[in-house]
């Protein structure tokens, strides 16, 4: 049982609505997608095998009880479902974030799922499997990133696919870094008077020049 690593470190939590708490990340190689903002080009291909033993026993290493499984795509390896249901069942608190293409059925429900949805200005809208919003339980998120106002509307227009039982301040509405003034989304969503959340990234207003491990 093995997992194909890009980088594990330590750090304070950037994204989701677990923003500004310290958080141990484990950076998965590979992603099925090549969206056209990407910040993590790096794990595409580069990366080590290690035994799922290890990967367990390096993020113990940081005595940090909360988790996040990221890459690249995590899902993409199989292996990763284990890795959340070890860590779920040594009573870790995981995240898992995920581009949206895969399913995500098979994934422990004990594990705070962040589904990316892919906006037209990614390229890769085409490849969002709306049947994951099915899935979904009120603990979990979704995420837009933004880079224009088609992509705004987009994202209002998918926020009618969500199930009810998700929060819709759940939504996370993330200008795309260097791309989209923050100011300008923000805007946007005071207008449409959405009940949604903007969501920055926490980790390059902290660290904005150091792109990655961070």
Known sequence: MTLYV???FFSIQGES???GRPCVFVRLTGCNLRCSYCDTTYAYEDGTVFPVSKVLKTIGGFSCNLVEIT???PLLQPDTLLLVTELLERGFEVLMETNGSIDIGNLDSRCVKIVDVKCPSSN???QNNYKNFMLLTPRDQLKFVICDRKDFDFAVSTLERIPKHLPLDH???SP???ILRPELLAGWI???KLPVRLHLQLHKIVWPHIDRGV
């Open 171 to 173: 939504a996370l509405f």
């Open 71 to 73: 890459g690249g795509e």
């Open 17 to 19: 609505l677990h923003a």
């Open 176 to 178: 795309a870094h260097r």
């Open 190 to 192: 005071l207008s449409a």
């Open 124 to 126: 890769e809208s085409h």
């Open 6 to 8: 890009n980088e594990i």
